[in-house]
């Protein structure tokens, strides 16, 4: 007459909470369910209004492969600085729209990688990778 243990599963559902429950969290845990409940819509927004500047480098790995935030960073003394991750990603972004562009004007790779470097400050192996991602 043994005791039978019942393995017990706690599912958490972001979707289902309130925003004011993911401050029950103390740790970057809570952070990382807001931003997956509001993947869809405005994860950029609960990002920068949140207290969650800095966060650890496992959650913000979990974020970019969980939520597709294709964010780019770099740890830092005290975590990955989300706003600083943003604006990168945001700059990132507009380099790609503008070789998309570009592109589809016609410019050659050169003339491409010349006026990225110019407009946006950046080096020519921060394009490289970029220009040839993009197909017209």
Do not use: W
Request: proline share 1%; net charge negative; aromatic share 6%.
């Amino acid at each position: 007459m043994g005791v039978e243990l019942q393995d017990q599963i706690n599912l958490i559902s972001p979707v289902d909470m309130d925003d004011k429950e993911f401050l029950k969290f103390h740790t970057d845990f809570g952070f990382a369910m807001e931003v997956i409940k509001h993947q869809s819509s405005d994860a950029d927004e609960v990002i920068g209004r949140t207290n969650h500047r800095k966060i650890d480098r496992d959650t913000a790995l979990f974020l970019n492969s969980a939520v597709k935030l294709n964010l780019e960073y770099e740890e830092e003394t005290g975590g990955v600085d989300m706003c600083l991750a943003m604006e990168r990603k945001q700059k990132r972004d507009e380099i790609t729209g503008a070789i998309k562009l570009m592109k589809y004007q016609g410019a050659s790779e050169n003339d491409i990688i010349k006026e990225m470097m110019e407009m946006f400050n950046v080096t020519k192996d921060y394009v490289l990778p970029l220009l040839t991602a993009q197909k017209v």
